[in-house]
Nanobody, 125 residues
Framework: QVQLVESGGGLVQAGGSLRLSCAASGRTYVMGWFLQAPGKEREFVVAISTNGVNKLYSDFVKGRFTISRDNAKNTVYLQMNSLKPEDSAVYYC?????????????????????WGKGTLGTVSA
């Protein structure tokens, strides 16, 4: 069983930045980030293929967030810039243990086999 551990959450003012990291204890394939705001359903943020080439972004983070990964470290990163109060949420790292090809990427939460415990990001107005 692969463990995912997120870090990098915190409190930042609107317009500021946060960088989240997610370290996996073993090999994974597609990796992604999801968020859940208070009282709302979990929703997709971004995902990256195994080879790091293909990325999917939700519309509300395009141009502001950037996902990357370092396979040598089994780690995925989420650089979040131009943050808004509505970005405040618990951010969950997720990963798949299925190899559909190095360039495969999906935003489907049901395709993710491993989940971290989440890290809280709060953006003040």
């Amino acid at each position: 069983q692969v463990q995912l551990v997120e870090s990098g959450g915190g409190l930042v003012q609107a317009g500021g930045s946060l960088r989240l990291s997610c370290a996996a204890s073993g090999r994974t394939y597609v990796m992604g980030w999801f968020l859940q705001a208070p009282g709302k359903e979990r929703e997709f943020v971004v995902a990256i293929s195994t080879n790091g080439v293909n990325k999917l972004y939700s519309d509300f983070v395009k141009g502001r967030f950037t996902i990357s990964r370092d396979n040598a470290k089994n780690t995925v990163y989420l650089q979040m810039n131009s943050l808004k109060p509505e970005d405040s949420a618990v951010y969950y790292c997720a990963a798949s243990n299925a190899d559909y090809g190095s360039g495969y990427v999906t935003q489907n939460a049901h395709a993710m086999d491993y989940w971290g415990k989440g890290t809280l990001g709060t953006v003040s107005a």
